[in-house]
């Protein structure tokens, strides 16, 4: 175990070096939208947790985020803080958030879970308005500073951006992938997969779907400061509700139970984006169009995705490579 753990380890530090030498290779169109894969790499892992693994269907991870981005924001702006410790404030944050909610989750389950977590994201840009501190419509700005000094001004602001929200989603999927392959993973599968007989054997589903809701809100809110960071402030318009659809587009696409997944799931929704600003560009699409023809997509693609492979195409090539490894 401490041998795979080790070697888990290696993987990730390799892969941290390999993006720092891409970055160092890119424009800056490149970067933001390697920041953007990030960011999305973080949301959809924190789905992957709560619904592959636990079994809990949530449609407000971009509300969660809100909360993360703002928390973030807030800390820096009340309180001074450094980069770093505005991102442990979001995750907090978001947390302390999703224990609460996570109480509540655990009484509910299926379509009334959803419809729940349905309302928070749909309710959230109106509750957000109604508060001044929170910036209104216009939102408040994340000063996100610039790289260190001895850099010598050779870091460009997209750069540094990525390089932290690389760095962000490398850290957080390697602490989620331990974290699955611990006892706590382990009883998550066992309650999703048949919570009666997981009561049997000592598991206590209540309190182990609460822990679930409780750390994949801390990482959705993780995903929100690094938004925040990107787009250099927090609005209600930052978070919509086609945010939280996009995400579980990506985590079913790639496949629902699977971490790795998520880096496929974000590659999509990132490169979604580059082909709806090509086909506006090129067709001259009238201005209602351009800006819903990604959230069409995404819906078009959650839909195919949930009649034809309901656990996602990545779930389906996995289990076809575990057959042929069987038959063999």
């Known amino acids: 175990m401490h041998n795979h753990r080790a070697k888990r380890l290696i993987g990730f530090i390799l892969l941290g070096f390999v993006l720092f030498l891409i970055g160092n290779r890119v424009d800056d169109l490149r970067l933001y939208q390697g920041a953007s894969v990030a960011m999305y790499v973080i949301g959809i892992a924190s789905i992957v947790l709560l619904t592959g693994f636990s079994g809990q269907i949530s449609l407000g991870n971009g509300a969660i985020m809100a909360l993360g981005g703002f928390s973030a924001t807030l800390a820096q702006s009340t309180w001074g803080l450094p980069l770093p410790l505005t991102f442990v404030v979001a995750v907090l944050g978001a947390a302390l958030f999703g224990l609460i909610l996570g109480v509540a989750a655990a009484r509910l389950s299926g379509p009334y879970l959803a419809g ?53 989603a490398l850290l957080i999927t390697w602490l989620i992938s331990n974290i699955l ?42 995903a929100g400061a690094v938004l925040a960071l990107n787009l250099g402030g927090v609005s209600p318009s930052a978070y919509p509700l086609s945010l939280s659809f996009a995400l579980i587009t990506g985590a079913v696409l790639a496949g629902i139970s699977t971490l790795s997944g998520s880096v496929i799931g974000a590659l999509l929704l990132v490169g979604m984006s580059e082909l709806v600003g090509s086909l506006t560009s090129r067709f001259s699409l009238e201005d209602v169009l351009a800006e819903n023809l990604k959230e069409l997509l995404v819906s078009v693609l959650l839909i195919l995705a949930v009649v034809f492979t309901p656990n996602g195409p990545g779930d389906r090539i996995r289990e076809r490579k575990e057959l042929h490894k069987k038959k063999k």
Do not use: C, D, M
Not at 141 to 157: D, H, I, M, R, T
């Open 116 to 168: 729940a977590t349905l309302a928070l994201a749909v309710a959230l840009p109106s509750l957000a308005n109604q508060f001044s501190f929170l910036g209104g419509e216009q939102g408040l700005q994340f000063n996100s500073g610039s790289a260190p000094e001895f850099f010598n001004g050779e870091v460009s602001q997209y750069k540094w951006f990525f390089w932290i929200s690389a760095l962000a």
């Open 181 to 222: 392959q611990s006892r706590y993973g382990r009883g998550w599968r066992a309650v999703r997969s048949n919570s009666t007989a997981a009561e049997l054997v000592g598991i206590h589903s209540a309190r182990s779907k609460v822990l679930a809701f409780t750390l994949a809100s801390g990482i959705a809110g993780l």
